[in-house]
């Protein structure tokens, strides 16, 4: 089994209370059921340390990956209230047994460290001149090819005890914790607008976002193709926007986050109607700043999103047509162009 510890801010059980929540690979496909992990963890603690979701100081969310050659996968992430990352830890096994057993000791871990390592939380006083007794060990962690052999690992699962004692008994702190990078998503969104063009419009998106992994914000571009859902007096018109988004998200229960963005957006209308007043057939640009709100729901590595963004574009076109020969109104750009996406996109690191 290899683990990868990228090990953020350690959590005391005694300072705060956790809640757990753990995402199967499938129903016929899973290894790990939530509430297997949870009976698990708090029989071998010796209490139940779980609040209910959304009442947590600090939350462990779980989830099965797709297996790799062979190798079954499965990632835990610790986050604050807010939804920053404290820590993340790559769990890789042969067999769902041995991945039970990682994900048990990591959380047993994460919930308690001292228990989990054989030792108390405060290290309890002792008469002068009496020897140090080695604590109990209370958990394996298992090995690449599942198995515990008694002779070098015994030495070395002892060393690892005695040290994390220690450190407990002189409130030693724990390493600083190293960077954990980025996170990448590429997805598709359909967006509806109006305000932009005559007529209420529709149109695919791409969109690209960048999350640091220790940070509750998340960096967007989004492009998109509209085109009016109905002409007028003979005229089409279609859109080509272009948008930039810093968003803050909070997890508020369970996989649901809130988001809230803003940022700037570039537009283009393109008028296809070569009968219109001289300087309305061309493309016209308009910038603008935006905002966006609403839910986002995460499975697995799987982000699905609805936002709904208004912008406030400058400068406000206005087209005209000619109609014997006298000009006459046909369009103008609202003061307010409102736009609802509702989009997936799939995370890569």
């Known amino acids: 089994m290899l683990l990868a510890l990228s090990i953020g801010k350690t959590a005391q059980a005694t300072a705060s209370r956790f809640e757990l929540t753990w995402t199967s690979a499938s129903v016929e496909r899973g290894c790990i059921t939530q509430d297997e992990l949870k009976q698990t963890v708090s029989a071998r603690l010796g209490r139940d340390p779980f609040a209910p979701v959304g009442h947590g100081e600090i939350a462990v969310e779980g989830r099965e990956l797709p297996a790799t050659s062979g190798q079954l996968r499965a990632r835990i992430v610790q986050r604050d209230r807010q939804g920053r990352v404290l820590g993340i830890r790559e769990l890789e096994a042969t067999s769902c047994e041995e991945l039970r057993r990682s994900a048990t000791f990591v959380v047993f871990l994460i919930v308690d460290p001292d228990a989990a390592f ?24 298992p090995h690449a090819n599942g198995k515990i052999t008694s ?79 109905q002409t007028v007096e003979g005229y089409d018109f279609r859109a080509v926007q272009q948008e930039w988004r810093a968003c803050w998200f909070r997890r508020v229960l369970g996989p649901t ?79 307010i162009v409102w736009s609802l996406g509702i989009g997936a996109s799939r995370s890569f690191r």
Not at 118 to 135: D, H, L, Y
């Open 151 to 229: 002779g070098q690992d015994e030495q070395e699962r002892r060393s690892a005890s005695g040290g994390r004692a220690s450190e407990v008994a002189v409130g030693a702190r724990p390493p600083a914790p190293s960077a954990p990078g980025l996170r990448v998503d590429l997805g598709a969104a359909l967006v509806v607008s109006n305000g932009l063009l005559p007529r209420p419009d529709v149109g695919p998106a791409l969109a690209l976002g960048v999350v640091p992994l220790a940070l509750p914000i998340r960096l967007e571009w989004r492009a998109s193709y509209r085109i009016a859902v």
């Open 257 to 335: 986050f809130a988001t809230a963005c803003g940022g700037a957006t570039w537009m283009a209308i393109l008028p296809e109607a070569p009968d219109l007043a001289r300087g309305d057939q061309a493309p016209k640009t308009l910038f603008s700043p935006t905002v966006a709100a609403g839910p986002a729901f995460e499975i697995g590595d799987t982000r699905l999103s609805v936002d709904l963004a208004l912008a406030f574009p400058q400068p406000r076109y206005a087209f005209t047509y000619r109609e014997e020969g006298r000009p006459m109104p046909l369009h103008e750009v609202s003061r």
């Open 118 to 141: 054989g030792g108390p939380t405060i290290a309890p006083a002792r008469p002068e001149g009496e020897g140090v007794v080695e604590p109990p060990i209370v958990e394996e962690l």
